[in-house]
């Protein structure tokens, strides 16, 4: 249900050898979609930091995104600077997270929007994703993760 077009990431396939001294990284969530998510953080009532709701901020737009206008991300000479209502999908350098426009301040409108949008968390929310659709992919083969 929701975010059918998310890739899936084979994270059960285990390699649970180890030998003495080694350690086994274990992400417990991370087959969650972006969907399962935002419906345990309604079930578990967890408090978000606002950026995660629906704000008016100032963004310009930029490779197919857009960029919040701050210190670090100033608008650029002949840039359109607008003032949207947004949210941010996910928190990360401001350089290159992008927020999205959307009207949801609450879980549960999140969640309804969640469950209708047709482009991946990542893939509307990172600029340096927009360079390729392999992007992502390369970085964990670099050892991102």
Known sequence: ?????????????????????????????????????????????LELPSIYFAHQRQIVRRQGGMLPVTDVTPARPGDIIENVRVRFRTVGDISCTAPVESDAD????????????????????????????????????????
């Open 106 to 145: 609450t879980v549960a409108k999140i969640i309804a929007e969640t469950a209708t949008t047709t482009i991946t968390e990542r893939g509307a929310t990172r600029l340096d994703d927009q360079t390729s659709e392999a992007s992502m992919e390369q970085r964990k083969k670099e050892g991102y993760f």
């Open 1 to 45: 249900m929701g975010s059918e077009n998310q890739r899936p990431e084979l994270w059960d396939l285990y390699n649970a050898r180890s030998f003495k001294g080694e350690n086994i990284r274990v992400f417990p969530i991370s087959n969650w979609t972006e969907f399962d998510v935002w419906q345990y953080i309604e079930r578990e009532n």
